[in-house]
């Protein structure tokens, strides 16, 4: 079972900066992409605005709303994405969540998986 765990989050005043990490474990796979998603707290993930994604190629791309301000990157050996988030906002304050698209190498079968998301709150 492919699993994504998410770090990284806490209590930041604005202009302040976290880094998320999001590792994926479990089983042999390969990673086609992967994304950062956020949600406001207290509401479901789906219909979350993307955040920033980042494919097996290095292609990358954020939401207007962070352009300037994240960066995306990872560590292939690691299965592991970051989200350097700068200079944050109070509107930056959400549930971020991980997001892989994957090909196992066993059988060839694609597999969304999901986070279970980390809370960044931006508040003096």
């Known amino acids: 079972q492919v699993l994504l765990e998410e770090s990284g989050g806490g209590l930041v005043p604005p202009g302040g900066s976290l880094r998320l990490s999001c590792v994926a474990s479990?089983?042999?796979?390969?990673?086609?992409?992967m994304d950062w998603y956020r949600q406001a707290p207290g509401k479901p993930r789906e219909g979350g605005e993307m955040?920033?994604?980042?494919?097996?190629?290095?292609?990358?791309n954020y939401a207007d709303s962070v352009k300037g301000r994240f960066t995306v990157s990872t560590d292939n050996a690691k299965n592991t994405v970051y989200l350097q988030m700068n200079n944050l906002k109070r509107e930056d304050t959400a549930v971020y969540y991980c997001?892989?698209?994957?090909?196992?190498?066993?059988?060839?079968?694609?597999?969304?998986?999901w986070g279970q998301g980390t809370l960044v709150t931006v508040s003096p």
């Open positions: 997001n892989a698209d994957l090909t196992m190498k066993d059988s060839g079968r694609a597999l969304d998986a």
């Open positions: 955040v920033a994604g980042i494919t097996s190629g290095g292609s990358t």
């Open positions: 479990g089983g042999s796979f390969s990673i086609n992409a």
